[in-house]
């Protein structure tokens, strides 16, 4: 003979008891009502999921398929020798770059633009190296420099060197940033931060 489901019936806190009752659910079935709990899981998977896409947007490569700026376009075929700067409203890039084979090297430094050096504390910052192909479209987006999340500019390691294999479509490089700086409270507590400044510039 099939058995009938039980199901908990929570008493009041202050009672202390914990009743299992009867519930006329379907035979060989057992119901438990525990909306209380399956609440807690539904915020944590929406979380959990939200938190997920949020690091995906982070570490996704971005523009890759846009069309560049003509004027951010440095062909790899004669890549300037020397120490050359990428100048930005915000920054400069100061960089060395070289081809060896299928690789690209680089390296040097950034240095911020005036409005940008007043913030002591900066939010995040990235800076990317595009690989460009010969419709002008990025074709690859490699992480050329970051800083760390709300990170005070006294402990920026502003340097850089990096190398990566060239896409075989790449004709040319280019750059691209996008970060946010922050200025101190009103008593020069970081603490007491608010945001002060955005900025932005695609490739």
């Known amino acids: ?57 982070i570490s996704a490569p971005p523009h890759i398929g846009k069309t560049s700026r003509p004027e951010n376009r440095v062909p790899l075929a004669s890549l300037p020798a020397g120490e050359n700067t990428w100048r930005a409203e915000d920054l400069d890039i100061h960089y060395n770059v070289a081809r060896a084979g299928d690789t690209l090297e680089i390296s040097g430094f950034v240095e911020f633009g005036s409005n940008m050096a007043k913030f002591p504390l900066i939010n995040y910052f990235r800076v990317y190296l595009h690989f460009i192909d010969a419709d002008g479209r990025v074709d690859d987006s490699k992480l050329l420099w970051a800083t760390g999340m709300r990170t005070e500019t006294r402990f920026v390691r502003w340097t850089f060197q990096r190398q990566w294999p060239i896409p075989p479509e790449a004709v040319a490089m280019g750059f691209s940033y996008r970060g946010a700086a922050t200025e101190a409270g009103g008593d020069g507590d970081l603490g007491t931060a608010k945001t002060g400044w955005e900025v932005y510039q695609a490739p």
Do not use: N
């Not at 058995?3 to 438990?32: E, I, K, N, W, Y």
């Not at 709990?37 to 539904?42: D, K, N, S, T, Y």
């Open 1 to 57: 003979m099939p058995r009938t489901p039980t199901v908990d019936l929570l008493c009041p806190a202050s009672s202390g008891r914990r009743q299992v009752g009867r519930h006329p659910c379907s035979a060989g079935s057992r119901c438990v009502l525990a909306s209380g709990a399956v609440a807690c899981r539904l915020v944590v998977i929406v979380g959990l999921g939200l938190f997920l896409l949020a690091c995906a947007r």
